[in-house]
């Protein structure tokens, strides 16, 4: 029998009245996590039935064990998100036998020995393209290469050092596309190397390393140096007692580049290595391969090479009864019940895993390729397997802390409710350690589980103070998972459980969205008029717990508060004075480190910061911040993306100016390959390339009769200008195949459905003449056209153009969907807001 698919629009409608007319939430979950193939079908038509194949999936683990919980107790705890959130790749990837992909949410590769040569650097490379195809984020250090002048041994004489590198990692992450959002990538290097310095600047050149996000590895050493205004000596190998390379630098003045490159672009982070370390339950086994190296690419997962981790986030608000009122309180013994039953969810979610894994090997033993080809992904992943498998490492972690915070009446920031939150996550940690213990006592430990190596780790100690039982039993019979926690992003998760994200205060209680409208029809009111001449209606929208609070306390709900009765509104609510805007930045840092000390791996949070701050400011919170026992911070100053620096004073007019000042077309261009689906159809552009920036493209379908079809892993290739024989003119797409010979396509415009060509032409005309990419996405997005295939070519071309966005674009007259505010900015071809973390790509 065959399996019920939906449109589209069937999924939405339904997922619209599960979600209660949210329009955002539904949307996430549809194009995000509703169960669907390679081609679009859609199998799911509301959350229920992905919570019900999720049940179904992770109680056929629990029947391998004893003491199985049923698929009932598993749906009471996933229904409606209001306990139990599986993160990412889990939800759309448990049970879902459409796709081969990982369900692990992050990797850290990395090799050993020969990471230097050339052959090393480029294995990492492709390592990382063949884990990004299947979905999941990546970082990798790159301290193990040589510094900039080292001598080779080969032709070029003398090591090019990092910078060289991290362009050539970036620029792969930006070619794999996954599921319509391009790979997510973190590159990390020590301060210690000599290198560094260059490292922390290669991002502030307009266009450079834009595929990947950067963060500095911080001794002790260097922040005592750098605080105390010392020399610090850098050297390579970094960990060396006798390295090749010293150099005595200005701790103070590298640590003032950090600053000023974090208040100027908001990066790099910085990860205080040595509190990682320090901290880290799996270095206490780094001699048998649990050296912590890096991160993940938002930084809450530190990893050894070829670990990975699996996300799950538990929604506090839930846990608080009654809500808003004199009589709230948490319910923490529905907590510790419930958190030791995700740290079991998250267990049997690596055995899914497993079968992952080893769909993959199957899948890659019967690919088609030579077994050469095949060598580096089947190694990958057998490594992950037994990494895996050796220290069953797990991610649970939480959401909706502004939103518990507040439904119990503590502000945000202050000292109470940072106790409180502490506290919260000190009973997390111990209910989750003791359902470790308890599933070794029923599964077995981790196999490579050692007391004595643990024994003087500091985690484990607090652990031990806390609950001194606890600490005896794991002594005696070992712990299923070598470390348990973290605090994730849960950007599009908390759009689903309609609560504040991660750890995150809420962004705004109330504000104001646009919705584009029809100025000619008479039932709408136009509130605003963009420069284009699109008309909008505003209209007042609420935070989901910010209604639940007006509606306790007797506040009517109607959409037309003016702005002086928001303002009193939010004051009467234990939102003041608690958004991300309003919490001293501070004392966030300190409230961080508190709770890091009940976090096992790390916590990934970002102090928004105005635009008026100074880099002094962002210099103290960052010292705060290593000095309080983060592990990483990171920071976001309003408006800083869009203002990276340019390379030199002759760059920056090329902002204003025209990118092509001679509209003359050469003879051949370099082109991108673009594909892209559109419902069920598979379409495809190509986009010839001047100095880098597009400057022609051409659209339609891929497959049918009427359309063109190459090899899918040709992705680059040259558009050439021929005249044929007859004295007509056509456009050739030419790209080298897998076995290195030239291949041709004759004449795209022959191949492209002839209404297409010739908006193509209109489309190419204006890029040939130099009008900025975001201007022609606009004038596309503008046009007026009647037949619908011809708005999906419209699609299909701006969302071709978007990738070649430079990262920080603003989306002006646009605002974010989430929090309603004029904060949306392009990266990597995605829309992203900076205030509240929201992500849209297509």
């Known amino acids: 029998m065959e399996p019920k698919t939906y449109t589209y629009d069937e999924a939405f409608e339904a997922s619209l009245q599960y979600f209660k007319g949210d329009e955002l939430a539904a949307r996430v979950w549809v194009n995000k996590y509703a169960l669907k193939d390679s081609y679009g079908n859609i199998y799911e038509k509301t959350p229920d039935d992905m919570h019900q194949r999720l049940a179904s999936e992770i109680a056929r683990i629990e029947n391998k064990y004893a003491n199985p919980l049923s698929v009932a107790q598993l749906r009471e705890l996933l229904d409606h998100f209001r306990y139990v959130v599986p993160q990412g790749s889990p939800m759309s990837g448990i049970g879902n036998n459409y796709q081969v992909a990982s369900l692990s949410n992050c990797f850290v590769i990395g090799m050993d020995g020969s990471a230097d040569s050339y052959g090393g650097i480029i294995k990492v490379d492709e390592e990382q393209v063949q884990l990004m195809k299947r979905r999941g984020g990546v970082g990798h250090d790159l301290s193990h290469i040589r510094p900039k002048g080292t001598p080779v041994k080969n032709s070029a004489l003398t090591s090019t050092g990092l910078v060289p590198f991290m362009e050539r990692y970036s620029n792969s992450t930006r070619e794999v596309a996954q599921d319509g959002r391009r790979g997510a990538l973190m590159l990390s290097v020590s301060i210690k190397h000599p290198d560094s310095e260059a490292f922390i600047d290669a991002?502030?050149?307009?266009?450079?390393?834009?595929?990947?996000?950067?963060?500095?590895?911080?001794?002790?050493?260097f922040m005592r140096a750098a605080i105390a205004g010392e020399p610090f000596i850098q050297r390579y190998p970094i960990d060396a007692k006798n390295p090749k390379v010293t150099k005595s630098v200005d701790a103070k003045k590298i640590w003032q580049k950090i600053v000023h490159n974090a208040w100027k672009s908001a990066e790099p982070g910085v990860l205080f290595w040595d509190t990682i370390i320090r901290e880290s339950i799996p270095d206490c086994y780094a001699d048998l391969g649990f050296k912590t190296v890096s991160t993940n690419p938002c930084g809450e997962i530190p990893l050894c090479p070829y670990d990975s981790c699996r996300l799950l986030a538990m929604n506090l608000y839930s846990y608080v009864v009654n809500p808003f009122t004199k009589d709230a309180y948490f319910d923490f013994d529905l907590f510790h019940k419930h958190v030791m039953?995700?740290?079991?969810?998250?267990?049997?979610?690596i055995d899914l895993e497993m079968e992952k894994i080893d769909k993959i090997l199957e899948k890659v033993a019967s690919d088609p390729e030579t077994g050469e080809v095949k060598q580096t992904e089947k190694h990958l992943w057998e490594k992950i397997r037994s990494k895996t498998l050796m220290g069953r490492r797990t991610g649970v972690g939480t959401t909706a802390e502004g939103d518990m915070l507040a439904a119990l009446g503590l502000q945000y920031g202050t000292e109470k409710a940072s106790e409180f939150s502490e506290f919260v996550h000190k009973?997390?940690?111990?209910?989750?350690?003791?359902?470790?213990?308890?599933?070794?006592?029923?599964?077995?430990?981790?196999?490579?589980?050692?007391?004595?190596?643990?024994?003087d780790n500091p985690f484990i100690n607090r652990l031990k103070e806390a609950d001194p039982e606890l600490y005896d039993d794991m002594v005696k019979y070992g712990r299923r998972n070598i470390a348990c926690l973290t605090i994730a992003p849960t950007g599009t998760t908390s759009l689903m459980t309609q609560t504040t994200s991660g750890i995150e205060p809420v962004f705004m209680p109330v504000y104001r969205r646009r919705r584009k409208v029809n100025p000619n029809d008479p039932q709408v009111r136009v509130d605003f008029v963009d420069e284009s001449g699109d008309a909008f209606e505003e209209y007042v929208v609420f935070h989901h717990k910010f209604l639940t609070w007006m509606r306790v306390n007797g506040y009517e709900v109607r959409d037309n508060y003016t702005p002086e009765e928001i303002d009193e509104l939010v004051a009467k609510s234990p939102y003041y004075k608690a958004t991300s805007n309003d919490v001293d930045w501070m004392q966030k840092v300190k409230m961080q480190g508190r709770v890091q000390k009940w976090v096992d791996h790390s916590i990934s949070v970002t102090i928004n910061l105005p635009a008026d701050v100074t880099e002094e400011l962002v210099g103290n919170l960052y010292v705060e911040a290593w000095r309080s026992g983060c592990k990483g911070c990171t920071v976001y100053r309003d408006g800083s993306r869009s203002g990276v620096l340019l390379a030199t004073k002759k760059e920056e007019k090329k902002?204003?100016?025209?990118?092509?000042?001679d509209p003359k077309r050469p003879t051949e261009l370099e082109a991108d390959v673009v594909r892209f689906q559109n419902n069920k159809e598979k379409w495809i552009a190509f986009i010839g390339l001047k100095d880098g920036n597009p400057y022609e493209i051409f659209t339609g379908l891929a497959d049918d009769e009427d359309g063109i079809l190459i090899p899918k892993n040709i992705n680059k290739g040259k558009i050439i200008k021929a005249v044929a024989e007859d004295g007509s003119k056509r456009y050739d797409f030419q790209f080298i195949n897998k076995r290195g010979y030239k291949t041709t396509i004759e004449g795209l415009s022959d191949k492209f459905n002839p209404e297409y060509w010739n908006y193509a032409k209109l489309i190419s005309g204006v890029l040939r003449y130099g009008m900025p990419i975001d201007q022609v996405i606009k004038l596309v997005s503008g046009l007026e056209l009647d037949s619908q295939s011809i708005n999906t070519w419209?699609?299909?071309?701006?969302?071709?153009?978007?990738?070649?966005?430079?990262?920080?674009?603003?989306?002006?007259?646009?605002?974010?969907?989430?929090?309603?505010?004029?904060?949306?900015?392009?990266q990597e071809g995605c829309l992203i807001c900076t205030s509240c973390g929201t992500s849209k790509c297509g």
Request: proline share 3%; net charge positive; with cysteine.
């Open 203 to 221: 991002k502030m050149t307009e266009g450079k390393v834009t595929g990947a996000n950067v963060s500095v590895k911080i001794s002790d050493e």
């Open 341 to 349: 039953l995700a740290q079991r969810i998250m267990d049997d979610i």
């Open 427 to 455: 009973s997390l940690a111990l209910a989750a350690y003791r359902s470790s213990v308890e599933m070794a006592k029923e599964r077995g430990a981790f196999e490579i589980y050692d007391a004595k190596r643990e024994k």
């Open 655 to 661: 902002e204003t100016a025209p990118v092509h000042l």
């Open 794 to 826: 419209k699609n299909g071309v701006e969302r071709a153009l978007k990738k070649y966005l430079p990262n920080g674009t603003k989306a002006n007259g646009q605002r974010c969907p989430n929090c309603g505010q004029e904060t949306l900015i392009y």
